[in-house]
């Protein structure tokens, strides 16, 4: 088959990709296959997950009724009716959880049944206890009735729970199978495709090396003036480059006068300036679009005075930096022509300087930026034709042609001068011309020592195959030039990055001559970008670490609180019956029949320390048991799981405001709202949020002074506010803060004047906490004497979460 090399390859690139289509069909199969696993896996822990919370909140239910029976104060009954508001949705939860699964459906509803029979008898005792009946309430506890319901529900939940761990278990082992499986595909995908790859490259260097071996051959006859031998056979690429070769032959004897047509006809402008400003040196093509003739301008003008006024400041700039540091590049400048008409023209320069470093003149180049495609790609033509017989004839026919050479070095200057690296590479990669900055970047004493290396030389492994991959792409046609961010390897084998431009220069007749490079060192820039990667991996490792923790004391906080919670019942009950027992005893000592001396002692006795102990045991555990709901409260907080949505916090603060209206008109306070956008995030909690801060507001304000209490939303870009968040703020005009306390009452059981109202202390804990849930933050900015500000950031409708 006569085919091209780009055909050869086209069929060499079709088999790999052959194979990675059907490596990517099975991965996207055993892919699907491993997600179906993670789903059913989570799904089993979120039916466990949510038993278990059916199940504390039944048994929290059933012990505050206890408690009530036992103590009378209807306040321990409080858990027992936020379970009849709770359960059905815990339960409807269950049922939708597993109502893909009939057998635990059914097992769901017995849970259920067995629950609501549970709460039918616990409803039946608080309405004795509510009617009076505290004798009837206590015989029907003492039934054990309701233990018995109690033992029937944990069974339900025992078996329901049995059966749901075995899943647990046989879904997380699918897991476990589908992820070794899914990991042998990639080995084995990989593995098959690094053969094939290799493979192929191998037939394809077999297929052509000969033929390349035979046109070095030729080339280098042509260099030495050699006979060639007969022409190479075939019609593809290598065939093509035989039949230029032979044709450059003819063509060498005409290149010394076409190259100094090109020197005297540059489609650029070219002129020289003094320290002065005063040019020195101008070629035809500047004075031809300038109108002007030689005589006129040399010696008698400086550049400036051809400079639009617009553009004086601009140009004087650029020269001073020229005279100052050497160089500039790429500045655009309006000139005045000779009949008054403007020219925008783009301007690089570089500075001549004797051998002490004194400034002498400069080197310009002018590109007339009204014909700018033409001119570019006219000097593109020109340059790259000119590049490739002066790399030919240097490298080929280097005694043979020193006249030629003479002539090409007038070009070095603009190449050779500048301060940025650059490179022209062959079209097999290999180094042909480099300046002085592209060496000293790798560590070479001067451009001649680059010369003869190549691409594979300088660049680093990891991006050795990109880069040939990507000097491909721009032979086939996918572009003029490349732009990448690359490893390269120093002469001492350090490790450099840096930033990378490549064009292909073609020549008239669109046929690749070379590739120009650029490379610019940003190894300092990679480095800071490392260090702030790895900072922000031990940030995000410390920030999970930190949430495990707050998990675990949240878990501890509820355990040891849940635990408290019965003997704190029992002790409450028995100081009780104590105080009962002192009060027959009472009633004893006081019977006639007792002896005064005996009467008088045991008054003391039972109305002195003993009484006072008694009081002192119920106040220490009616305090305990606020502590321990105030903790439940606490850890409830980072225990429930959130509902995401938008909530409409104006109407969730006009409800708050609502509710505390009889506080409000009670403090002769005002509350202003002001305009409340929307957030994402758990209405409840939000609520809960909003109502602690508004009703610690109420709670501190001065009796001295009317209290006036602002509710409202900063404006987006107020302060230092993540994308995606809004800051909201609650402000009275109260007793403020100490700057001592400003920090600790975010902290549990911290208040700032413990003598003013009442509670625990956990209501500013817990606004932080439902913040720190909505990945925000609250903070707090006080005078004492004029009063607080609290805020609090939240996430906008739309941003992660």
């Given amino acids: 088959m006569n085919l091209t090399v780009f055909q050869k390859g086209l069929v060499l690139i079709a088999l790999p990709l052959l194979l990675q289509l059907v490596f990517f069909v099975a991965a996207v199969r055993f892919q699907r296959d491993h997600e179906d696993a993670e789903r059913w896996a989570a799904h089993t822990k979120d039916v466990i997950a949510r038993t278990h919370e059916i199940h504390g ?6 012990a505050s009724v206890r408690g009530y029976v036992i103590s009378g104060d209807p306040s321990f009954a409080q858990p027992f009716r936020d379970a009849l508001r709770d359960l059905p949705e815990q339960f409807n939860d269950l049922d939708e959880l597993v ?51 109690m033992a029937e529900f944990r069974q339900a939940v025992k078996a329901f729970l049995e059966k749901e761990e075995r899943l647990d278990r046989d879904r997380l082992a699918a897991l476990e199978r589908s992820r070794v499986r ?8 990989g593995l098959l495709v690094a053969a094939s790859t290799f493979t192929l490259g191998y037939v394809f260097h077999r297929s052509i090396a000969r033929r390349f071996a035979a046109l070095e051959t030729n080339a280098h006859r042509l260099a030495l003036g050699g006979a060639l031998p007969p022409p190479l056979e075939g019609n593809d690429e290598i065939a093509s480059v035989d039949r230029a070769i032979r044709a450059m032959a003819a063509e060498l004897t005409r290149a010394s006068e076409q190259v100094r047509d090109l020197y005297d006809n540059a489609p650029c402008g070219y002129h020289s300036v003094d320290q002065d400003g005063v040019l020195v040196a101008v070629n035809r093509t500047e004075l031809r679009w300038l109108g002007y003739g030689a005589d006129e301008v040399l010696g008698r003008r400086r550049f400036a005075d051809l400079v639009s006024p617009n553009s004086r400041a601009t140009y004087q700039r650029g020269f001073d930096r020229v005279r100052e540091e050497g160089a500039v590049v790429g500045v655009e400048l309006d000139l005045v022509r000779a009949d008054g008409t403007t020219l925008p023209v783009l301007v690089s320069s570089s500075s001549v300087r004797d051998s002490d470093g004194r400034y002498l003149r400069s080197r310009t180049m002018l590109t007339d930026l009204t014909e700018r495609k033409r001119a ?12 490739e017989r002066v790399q030919i004839r240097t490298a080929e026919l280097d005694r043979s042609n020193a006249a030629l050479r003479e002539e090409e070095a007038l070009f070095r200057g603009a190449f050779d001068t500048t301060n940025m690296a650059m490179v022209l590479t062959d079209l097999d990669n290999r180094f042909i011309r480099a300046n002085t900055a592209f060496a000293r970047m790798f560590g070479y004493a001067k451009p001649d020592d680059v010369l003869g290396l190549g691409l594979a030389d300088v660049t680093h492994p990891n991006h050795l195959d990109e880069s040939y991959e990507r000097r491909a792409a721009l032979l086939a046609g996918a572009g003029d030039h490349f732009q990448m961010e690359k490893q390269y390897r120093h002469k001492d084998g350090h490790v450099l990055w840096g930033l990378t431009n490549v064009a292909l ?7 690749p001559l070379m590739y120009v490079g650029q490379v610019q060192d940003i190894t300092e820039r990679k480095a800071a970008e490392v260090a702030v990667r790895e900072r922000s991996a031990a940030l995000a490792e410390a920030n999970r670490d930190l949430a495990q923790k707050n998990t675990e004391n949240e878990m501890f906080v509820y355990s040891v609180s849940h635990d408290l919670r019965s003997p704190l019942v029992n002790l409450q009950g028995f100081s009780k019956e104590l105080e009962k027992g002192c009060q027959q005893l009472t009633a004893l000592v006081n019977e006639e029949s007792v002896p005064p001396d005996v009467r008088t002692r045991g008054r003391a006795l039972l109305e002195g320390k003993m009484a006072k102990s008694i009081g002192f045991i119920q106040t220490a555990v009616l305090r305990l048991s606020g502590i321990i709901d105030a903790l439940l409260r606490l850890s409830r907080v980072g225990r429930v799981e959130y509902r995401w949505e938008v909530v409409d916090l104006a109407r969730v603060v006009e409800q708050v405001v609502v509710a505390a209206q009889g506080t409000v008109t009670e403090r002769g306070a005002t509350v202003r709202v002001g305009d409340l956008p929307t957030a994402r995030g758990d209405r409840t909690a939000l609520e809960q949020l909003f109502g602690n801060l508004i009703g610690n507001a109420l ?52 208040r700032a004047h413990p003598g003013v109202g009442s509670g625990e202390g956990l209501g500013l804990a817990i606004v932080a906490r439902v913040a720190e849930r909505h990945q925000g933050r609250a903070w707090v900015e006080s005078h004492p004497g004029a009063g607080s500000t609290f805020f609090v950031t939240l996430p906008v409708p739309g941003s992660a979460g």
């Fill in 57 to 62: 909140t039944v048994a929290d239910a059933h």
């Fill in 99 to 149: 109502k893909d699964n009939p057998e635990q459906a059914e097992r769901a509803r017995v849970l259920r049944g067995r629950g609501t029979n549970l709460f039918a008898w616990q409803r039946d005792v608080e309405k004795l206890l509510q009617g009076g009946a505290v004798e009837e309430a206590v015989k029907r506890v003492q039934t054990g009735r309701g233990n018995v319901l």
């Fill in 182 to 189: 899914l990991n042998h595909l990639f080995v084995f995908g």
């Fill in 376 to 387: 570019e790609n006219e000097v593109r033509r020109l340059n790259a034709e000119l590049e």
């Fill in 505 to 511: 220069v073609r020549g008239s007749d669109g046929r």
């Fill in 699 to 750: 709670t501190y304000l001065d009796p001295a002074r009317p209290g006036v209490i602002e509710v409202g939303c900063l404006p987006p870009e107020t302060g230092d506010v993540p994308l995606g968040f809004r800051t909201y703020f609650v402000r009275d005009n109260g007793l403020g803060i100490a700057p001592a306390h400003r920090q600790k009452i975010f902290q549990a059981f911290q």
